[in-house]
């Protein structure tokens, strides 16, 4: 731990193990000393069922997001559709009504 930090009196071990357990990938630096590959493979052994958890936990979000997603775009889709058969039957439905005489061509 460092021993200038104040803050850093109380915090223990485990600190230090969570964070590069979680974030060893992302941080090359903590509590201003070099991360140690070999101290992050170790860490990610100790929590390991947890990181599997927090994994599958993303995976299962990222799969509901892609199916909203999904789900949206469909419904966008849908309405670009009616809304080209709305304006199909409101030109039509002018056109019959301006035109009398050739009303019968668009049946």
Same mark, same amino acid.
């Given at each position: 731990?460092?021993?200038?930090?104040?803050?850093?009196?109380?915090?223990?071990?485990?600190?230090?193990?969570?964070?590069?357990?979680?974030?060893?990938?992302?941080?090359?630096?903590?509590?201003?000393?070099?991360?140690?590959?070999?101290?992050?493979?170790?860490?990610? %052994?100790?929590? =390991? !069922? @947890?990181? #599997?958890? *927090? &994994?599958?936990? $993303?995976?299962? /979000?990222?799969? %509901?997001?892609? =199916? !909203? @997603?999904? #789900?949206? *775009? &469909?419904?966008? $889709?849908?309405? /670009?559709?009616?809304?080209?058969?709305?304006?199909?039957?409101?030109? *039509?439905?002018?056109?019959?009504?301006?035109?009398?005489?050739?009303?019968?061509?668009?049946?």
């Amino acid at each position: 731990m460092a021993t200038g930090n104040p803050c850093a009196k109380n915090v223990s071990d485990e600190y230090e193990a969570f964070l590069l357990a979680h974030l060893g990938d992302q941080i090359r630096w903590l509590d201003y000393r070099v991360v140690d590959p070999e101290k992050v493979a170790a860490c990610k %052994e100790q929590f =390991q !069922t @947890e990181l #599997e958890l *927090l &994994s599958s936990s $993303e995976s299962i /979000k990222k799969a %509901e997001a892609l =199916q !909203t @997603e999904k #789900e949206k *775009l &469909s419904q966008a $889709e849908l309405r /670009k559709v009616y809304l080209l058969e709305a304006v199909t039957l409101l030109v *039509l439905t002018h056109l019959q009504a301006s035109l009398p005489a050739y009303r019968y061509i668009f049946y």
